[in-house]
């Protein structure tokens, strides 16, 4: 009464500990890994690191971990990463490496595994993708290439190389340099504009210089929690690979999704045909039978009734998002019945993917005239580069295709 304030204003503010930090023996270590993989979840990190030693740490702690994870990704999330101060616009430029990958251990049913990753990324939203290779080479630029724009579905404007000898070679006695025939003309079946960054300047592509070692850490710690770098297969190994570029590419999903918004806009369209739907031997009715709309939860079954249900599924491993649309109260006197549910089901269900829509619609489009001559011009590039690359053992020296930096 006499100091003329509320209790609430003379109580010292509490900012200190009632108790012991009960994850102070691992928060170090945790912070180190979130900071080089932002996308590793909570459980599987608590869990690995609670067996690095046993005992450091309580099972009945997970739940404080995990809340203070949520907490370290509010602050220090990959939004906040930075790699170069550098202004790019979005769509316009793909910059292409390679890094050498040994240091990463990975054998293949126990046989020590050497290789490289041709990486590229899109600056503007630090969308990135790689391929695993054997070398610094034409193959592996036109394999990391494809893979990267066809993960994409659209084309930027150039891609951006150093003078990499699998994009240039030099002039001879001329001097400088000057980009493959090859290489100009796979980035002339893309659209693309191929250019190089000044000698001796990697800060010109600075967020895939920047980004190779950050790829290699992120593998890292996905590795350690792997438990083993072992892979049964070449082919297991490039699953693996692709699962943690998905997630780490999963939080770039705004930004990605301007940059090829202004690539659409512009026509960039990567051509390719999209993969059959499934095949029913059975004669029963398949996906492609359904009006689906999954921005809208809904679809209609060849017997024109709506689904009753609809439930978001994702995968912890990769992130992938699917759809199942059933029509569990419908199908119990439905005349189409037999043609539809399969033998031991009560109600049909489908499984589609969250980019189902696009996906119908490519299919839709393939049918069209436009598409089948649009596939021709392609087979036709396609099958002379082919040709070119299995009987022309050297690059071509004749090229006069100047260098755009």
């Given at each position: 009464m006499n100091a003329g304030q509320t209790p609430e204003h003379l109580q010292a503010?509490?900012?200190?500990?009632?108790?012991?930090?009960?994850?102070?023996?691992?928060?170090?270590?945790?912070?180190a890994r979130l900071k080089e993989a932002p996308e590793l979840e909570a459980k599987a990190l608590f869990e690995h690191l609670q067996s690095q030693p046993p005992g450091r740490i309580s099972e009945k702690h997970q739940r404080t971990f995990q809340r203070r994870v949520h907490l370290w990704r509010l602050q220090h999330g990959e939004d906040k990463e930075v790699f170069f101060p550098q202004a790019w616009e979005p769509g316009r430029p793909l910059q292409l490496d390679w890094t050498h990958a040994s240091e990463l251990a990975v054998t293949i049913s126990g046989v020590p595994y050497p290789h490289w990753l041709c990486h590229t990324v899109l600056p503007y939203s630090n969308w990135q993708w790689a391929t695993r290779c054997r070398s610094e080479s034409l193959l592996s630029l036109r394999q990391g290439l494809q893979a990267s724009l066809h993960r994409l579905g659209q084309a930027p404007q150039e891609v951006r190389v150093d003078h990499s000898s699998a994009a240039?070679?030099?002039?001879?006695?001329?001097?400088?340099?000057e980009f493959n025939a090859e290489f100009v003309s796979v980035c002339g079946h893309y659209g693309l504009v191929p250019k190089t960054i000044g000698i001796g300047c990697p800060n010109e592509n600075g967020d895939v210089e920047s980004g190779n070692g950050h790829l290699k850490r992120r593998l890292t710690q996905h590795l350690l929690l792997r438990g083993s770098r072992d892979f049964a297969s070449e082919a297991d190994y490039d699953r693996f690979l692709q699962r943690v570029l998905e997630r780490a590419n999963a939080g770039r999903a705004d930004k990605l999704a301007e940059e090829l918004a202004e690539a659409q806009a512009e026509g960039?369209?990567?051509?390719?045909?999209?993969?059959?739907?499934?095949?029913?031997?059975?004669?029963?009715?398949?996906?492609?039978?359904?009006?689906?709309?999954?921005?809208?939860?809904?679809?209609?079954?060849?017997?024109?009734?709506?689904?009753?249900?609809?439930?978001?599924?994702?995968?912890?491993?990769?992130?992938?998002?699917?759809?199942?649309?059933?029509?569990?109260?419908?199908?119990?006197?439905?005349?189409?019945?037999?043609?539809?549910?399969?033998?031991?089901?009560?109600?049909?269900?489908?499984?589609?993917?969250?980019?189902?829509?696009?996906?119908?619609?490519?299919?839709?489009?393939?049918?069209?005239?436009?598409?089948?001559?649009?596939?021709?011009?392609?087979?036709?590039?396609e099958g002379t580069q082919s040709e070119l690359w299995s009987k022309t053992p050297r690059r071509f020296s004749n090229s006069r295709t100047a260098l755009t930096m």
């Open positions: 503010k509490h900012h200190w500990r009632t108790r012991p930090d009960p994850l102070a023996d691992i928060w170090p270590q945790a912070e240039t070679h030099r002039l001879g006695a001329q001097g400088g340099r960039r369209s990567v051509i390719g045909p999209a993969a059959r739907a499934p095949h029913n031997n059975g004669g029963r009715y398949t996906t492609e039978d359904f009006q689906i709309e999954v921005e809208q939860r809904k679809a209609i079954c060849p017997a024109g009734k709506e689904n009753t249900q609809c439930s978001r599924l994702e995968e912890q491993a990769t992130g992938k998002v699917t759809y199942r649309l059933e029509w569990s109260t419908q199908c119990a006197d439905c005349p189409l019945r037999e043609r539809c549910v399969g033998p031991g089901q009560k109600h049909r269900s489908l499984v589609v993917g969250q980019h189902h829509s696009a996906l119908q619609a490519r299919r839709q489009e393939q049918k069209t005239e436009a598409f089948t001559q649009q596939m021709k011009h392609r087979n036709g590039i």
